[in-house]
């Protein structure tokens, strides 16, 4: 997929609600997605690709490690199957930083939907390593896999990374037609 800047703005625009007077604060960026033209406005917080074609959502989020290791001395067992799945307490032997990236991941999941995890439960978001490779894979179940799905969320990628500190995640989704 290539991109290239772009520097007419598309002749008819996606979304009448959006100011598209393009000004310096809108960037416009002409995607090559597989044969087809479309386009991509940033804007503040939106991401997407216009004339109906797909669409592009992205979160992120970071925590402090201790947070999640002082949730669990406090509350134990209770903090634990709150907050994750049986798989991914597996995956990180209960180890404080891994599951808080896997914390991290379910954050930026929620921004990614636009709800916040109010409208989900944690474990309807689920992140599993994947065995031959070690690479974190995204489960959504319940509340938060409809939500992905009214959205023609169906495509996911994400990353975790953390130090003895803080953990991170970055979580990218996409509509299958990007």
């Known amino acids: 997929m290539g991109a290239v800047f772009q520097q007419s703005p598309p002749k008819r625009p996606y979304n009448s609600s ?3 007077n393009f000004r310096p ?4 960026v002409r995607l090559l997605c597989a044969g087809e033209r479309g386009f991509l406005l940033y804007n503040d917080d939106l991401l997407w690709i216009a004339e109906g074609r797909a669409m592009i959502r992205c979160g992120v989020d970071m925590i402090e490690c201790q947070r999640i290791a002082d949730g669990i001395d406090r509350l134990g067992e209770r903090f634990l ?6 798989g991914e307490r597996e995956d990180c032997g209960d180890k404080p930083c891994r599951l808080a990236a896997r914390f991290a991941a379910k954050e930026a999941v929620g921004k990614a939907l636009g709800t916040g995890i109010g409208d989900m439960r944690w474990v309807d978001i689920e992140i599993r390593i994947d065995a031959k490779r070690g690479k974190p894979r995204l489960i ?14 169906d495509e ?8 003895d500190e ?7 989704a996409k509509s299958r037609d990007a």
Do not use: P, Y
């Open 140 to 153: 959504l179940h319940g509340r938060a896999q409809s939500l992905a799905a009214g959205m023609a969320l």
């Open 18 to 20: 959006i100011n598209c």
């Open 81 to 86: 199957q709150r907050f994750f799945t049986a």
């Open 25 to 28: 604060k809108l960037s416009l």
């Open 156 to 163: 996911w990628d994400v990353s975790l990374s953390h130090t």
């Open 166 to 172: 803080l953990a991170i995640a970055i979580v990218v």
